[in-house]
């Protein structure tokens, strides 16, 4: 069972304040059309979404070990990290 970090708990059912830290990432088009998709059927913002996904990718590693998110998209199994 994954649990979600202490840090999302708190914030459950409470929206983010824009005094939270933000940050800017660049995603290519259509893994921001997925995340827009997926934000609306589970009725979340995309904020929201992504913070949900990153949330329990964290969670996962912190329980499994490095292992359990497997291995970046830009990265082959042979190259050294």
Known sequence: MIRLLPCYQERRGNK???SDPQ?????????RE?????AEAN??????EIVHYLDRALAAENENGPA???IAPDQEPDQPR
């Open 16 to 18: 983010l304040a824009r």
């Open 68 to 70: 359990a998110t497997g």
């Open 23 to 31: 940050v800017n990432i660049r995603i290519p088009p259509d893994m």
């Open 43 to 48: 009725r979340r913002s995309m904020n929201s």
């Open 34 to 38: 997925r995340i827009r998709e997926r």
